[in-house]
């Protein structure tokens, strides 16, 4: 069966035809960050006028590519509502127009469908690779952690269709974490990936600086999260470094003259300490919980998905701590475009545990639990 499914519950316009829940025949992906990065965060009116804007061109698009579906599937929430809007309006007309059943989809349970769609091994000659060879069995029980700019929740998966909400943040996001502390150290609105990028300039073997950030409850023994204690240190050891560092600097260097040479180094040098700090941090809170999870459920594998699944030292740590603790468990991450918001993971879960619903009953909902 191909669903035709349609995303925009934030910044991004995204449309995609996805054959059986796995096989990804069209993905087009527009996005309004960049307006956005300006005001330092994403604003909810502009967004959604840019949703507007993007929707028939990147509907066509996707449907020159693949014309042939058997129904939609939309995302209806959480989400902000104006941008939720052009989506979910944009499917009832379809679904009223062509008559196709329609199915209302979660956008945070969606997220960890990613790893059911079959993509191309990267590395491997691409004309050759037959798209479905890089893809393993994911057996159940399975633990889903999902990390996101606005969610950090953990699932137990015990088919492609039963899911358990385990727990979830108590306050900000891991994303949420990692765009603020960006902010912070002076990395703008370059959120996860900057911080990421950042954080390879570090050399921890000759650093002269240091500093030492919390893992806020990682050993709490719940399954929960909690990340705005991080923020708080950030900030409080953001400013003291900075003050230490003038003053070491105004020190070192005799009557005061540095050059702009010499203080951009220094800068250069905490911005890296501080990235790399930051992502280990929240790496280590995300990977042991995840962990915990999986003990506890006996879970024989392990998807992670979201926008900060996207990060190489959070796939990087699963892959080695799961070999230190000699654990049983199959480990799955998305390539990271499919880890950012897309359509293909929306088409997919509706496959796998959508319901069709009367086009009429399906409405945005803003605030929609990622919980049921
Ligand atoms: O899933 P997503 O595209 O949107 C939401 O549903 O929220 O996730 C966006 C989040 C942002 O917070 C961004 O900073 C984070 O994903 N992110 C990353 C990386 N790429 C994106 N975080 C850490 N490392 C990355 N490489
Ligand atoms: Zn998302």
């Known amino acids: 069966m191909n669903i035709l499914a349609i995303e925009t519950s934030c910044d991004e316009t995204a449309v995609a035809i996805v054959k059986d829940g796995v096989e990804v025949l069209a993905s087009q992906v527009a996005t309004s960050a960049e307006t956005h990065r300006k005001w330092g965060g994403i604003v909810p009116e502009v967004a959604a006028r840019k949703q507007l804007e993007f929707m028939i061109p990147v509907l066509t698009d996707t449907l020159i590519q693949c014309p042939d579906y058997d129904a939609i599937a939309v995302t209806v929430g959480p989400g902000l509502v104006g941008s939720l809007l052009i989506g979910v309006e944009t499917a009832r007309t379809i679904a009223l127009a062509t008559g196709k059943p329609l199915i209302p989809v979660n956008h945070v349970q969606a997220h960890m469908y990613a790893n059911f769609v079959r993509y191309q091994a990267s590395g491997q000659n691409s004309s050759r690779a037959k798209p479905r060879d890089n893809h393993r069995p994911i057996t159940f029980p399975a633990i889903s952690l999902v990390t996101s700019g606005g969610h950090t929740e953990l699932y137990l998966m015990t088919s492609p269709k039963e899911l358990k909400w385990?727990?979830?943040?108590?306050?900000?996001?891991?994303?949420?974490?990692?765009?603020?502390?960006?902010?912070?150290?002076?990395?703008?609105?370059?959120?996860?990936?900057?911080?990421?990028?950042?954080?390879?300039?570090?050399?921890?073997?000759?650093?002269?600086?240091?500093?030492?950030?919390?893992?806020?409850?990682?050993?709490?023994?719940?399954?929960?999260?909690?990340?705005?204690?991080?923020?708080?240190?950030?900030?409080?050891?953001?400013?003291?470094?900075?003050?230490?560092?003038?003053?070491?600097?105004?020190?070192?260097?005799?009557?005061?003259?540095?050059?702009?040479?010499?203080?951009?180094?220094?800068?250069?040098?905490?911005?890296?300490?501080?990235?790399?700090?930051?992502?280990?941090?929240?790496?280590?809170?995300?990977?042991?919980?995840?962990?915990?999870?999986?003990?506890?459920?006996?879970?024989?594998?392990?998807?992670?998905?979201?926008?900060?699944?996207?990060?190489?030292?959070?796939?990087?740590?699963?892959?080695?701590?799961?070999?230190?603790?000699?654990?049983?468990?199959?480990?799955?991450?998305?390539?990271?475009?499919?880890?950012?918001?897309?359509?293909?993971?929306?088409?997919?879960?509706?496959?796998?545990?959508?319901?069709?619903?009367?086009?009429?009953?399906?409405?945005?909902?803003?605030?929609?639990?990622?919980?049921?």
């Open 166 to 372: 385990l727990g979830g943040t108590i306050d900000d996001a891991a994303g949420e974490a990692f765009d603020k502390t960006a902010r912070i150290i002076g990395l703008g609105a370059g959120g996860g990936l900057a911080i990421q990028n950042e954080s390879l300039k570090f050399k921890v073997q000759s650093s002269k600086f240091k500093v030492n950030l919390p893992r806020p409850i990682i050993n709490d023994n719940t399954l929960n999260f909690s990340f705005s204690g991080l923020k708080t240190a950030v900030m409080r050891e953001w400013k003291k470094s900075v003050n230490r560092q003038s003053l070491m600097v105004d020190r070192k260097i005799p009557n005061n003259v540095i050059t702009d040479d010499q203080r951009s180094t220094i800068n250069d040098q905490l911005i890296a300490l501080y990235a790399y700090e930051i992502q280990e941090a929240i790496t280590d809170v995300l990977v042991t919980k995840t962990l915990h999870a999986a003990r506890i459920h006996e879970a024989e594998s392990i998807l992670i998905s979201g926008g900060v699944a996207a990060n190489a030292r959070l796939r990087d740590k699963f892959s080695a701590s799961i070999n230190e603790q000699r654990l049983t468990v199959s480990f799955f991450s998305p390539p990271p475009a499919l880890c950012t918001d897309n359509a293909v993971t929306i088409a997919s879960c509706a496959f796998f545990r959508g319901q069709r619903l009367p086009w009429q009953s399906v409405k945005a909902e803003p605030a929609l639990s990622s919980e049921t």
